[in-house]
């Protein structure tokens, strides 16, 4: 699982960097790579969340919202945490962040089904 985890994170930072880059196609293709990681991950069913909620204290903002906005359901408390830090800054991924907590409160998350 740890390969998984890493694939996931390391995806989501290609996205992001393709993403400010303008390149949406390759930003396309990581966003891909990370959902196959999360589908893999999710398959081990709480011991693979479990894996990914390391994620939440990954260095880089992108990589601990993008977790922390799947795991929403599984570390409430500490995905919410993780998403209120980031919504307080401005660019993409503050917006991002704003836009899963909004998802939460309205009841329309729906990023990682029991």
Partial sequence: MEKLVEAFAQNVEAQTEAIWRGDAKT???????????????????????????TLLSHPRMDVRTTAAAVL?????????????EAAKGKGLIPFEAQEALKRWADGTWALDPE
């Avoid at 929403?72 to 945490?81: C, D, G, N, S």
């Fill in 27 to 53: 930003g396309n293709k990581h966003a891909d790579r990370y959902i196959a990681a999360l589908k893999k991950l999710r398959a081990h069913g709480d011991a693979g969340r479990d894996a990914l909620a």
């Fill in 72 to 84: 929403l359901r599984y570390k409430t408390k500490e995905a919410k945490a993780v998403l209120e």
